[in-house]
């Protein structure tokens, strides 16, 4: 009697578990396609605005590389993508639930990132596959070794609330012996997306 009661509660626990299961796996669908296009135009913004703040370094904004990883990134210190769902570090005061909830539900599951970067006059950018990166080295075809790289970026898919001005994603830039990563907060003014907030998790 007592054992088939709990053989109906674990059945009843299964079901539950598929129904969320299925209902994200929904929704992650649903966010991929809503929020495609405007994935390119946060990263570009955000990575224009990040050359502008560094170009002084190269003296001019000519022959700058950008190497971009295309698996989509997961928060270094995290130990997983489901992890995402308990990590309050996104989690800005100041964003809508529904960002929040976007940028958790589109990084639940690995994907690649597919955006076209629009960057200033003299930058030019390539993805790579972050098995390329890990094996990096002199003969390779990566462009890590050009003048005036700006390191590689990896970036986890954007959340967007459901007007689409305003977005939480998380960022790796590594660039030789220096680094770092945080999550941003951006938000669209007047048509031009800049970043209202933003959260550093690591620097080296």
Same mark, same amino acid.
């Given at each position: 009697?007592?054992?088939?009661?709990?053989?109906? #509660?674990?059945?009843r626990?299964?079901?539950?578990?598929?129904?969320?299961?299925?209902? #994200?796996?929904?929704?992650?669908?649903?966010?991929?396609?809503?929020?495609?296009?405007?994935?390119?135009?946060?990263?570009?913004?955000?990575?224009?605005?990040?050359?502008?703040?560094?170009?002084h370094?190269?003296?001019?904004?000519a022959?700058?590389?950008?190497?971009?990883?295309?698996? *989509?990134?997961?928060?270094?210190?995290?130990?997983?993508?489901?992890?995402m769902?308990?990590?309050?570090?996104?989690?800005?005061?100041?964003?809508?639930?529904?960002?929040?909830?976007?940028?958790?539900?589109?990084?639940?599951?690995?994907?690649?990132?597919?955006?076209?970067?629009?960057?200033?006059?003299?930058?030019?950018s390539?993805?790579?596959?972050?098995?390329q990166?890990?094996?990096?080295?002199?003969?390779?075809?990566?462009?890590?070794?050009?003048?005036?790289?700006?390191?590689?970026? *990896?970036?986890?898919?954007?959340?967007?609330n459901?007007?689409?001005?305003?977005?939480?994603?998380?960022?790796?830039?590594?660039?030789?012996?220096?680094?770092g990563?945080?999550?941003?907060?951006?938000?669209?003014?007047?048509?031009?997306?800049?970043?209202?907030?933003?959260?550093?998790?690591?620097?080296?």
């Open positions: 009697m007592q054992r088939g009661r709990y053989t109906k #509660i674990f059945f626990m299964v079901k539950i578990a598929l129904v969320l299961l299925l209902g #994200i796996i929904v929704l992650f669908i649903i966010e991929q396609r809503r929020a495609h296009d405007e994935v390119g135009e946060v990263l570009s913004a955000y990575l224009s605005d990040e050359i502008q703040h560094d170009v370094d190269w003296g001019s904004g022959g700058v590389h950008i190497i971009l990883q295309r698996e *989509a990134q997961v928060p270094i210190k995290l130990r997983g993508r489901w992890a769902l308990f990590d309050s570090q996104p989690r800005f005061p100041e964003a809508a639930l529904a960002t929040r909830v976007s940028f958790v539900v589109r990084n639940v599951f690995a994907t690649h990132i597919q955006a076209e970067l629009r960057l200033p006059k003299g930058v030019d390539v993805v790579v596959n972050q098995s990166l890990k094996n990096d080295r002199p003969g390779n075809s990566l462009p890590r070794h050009f003048n005036n790289s700006f390191g590689y970026i *990896a970036v986890s898919q954007p959340g967007f459901s007007s689409k001005t305003e977005a939480i994603f998380y960022i790796d830039h590594f660039c030789g012996l220096c680094g990563g945080g999550y941003i907060l951006m938000r669209k003014i007047d048509g031009v997306w800049r970043v209202a907030d933003q959260h550093s998790t690591w620097v080296s």
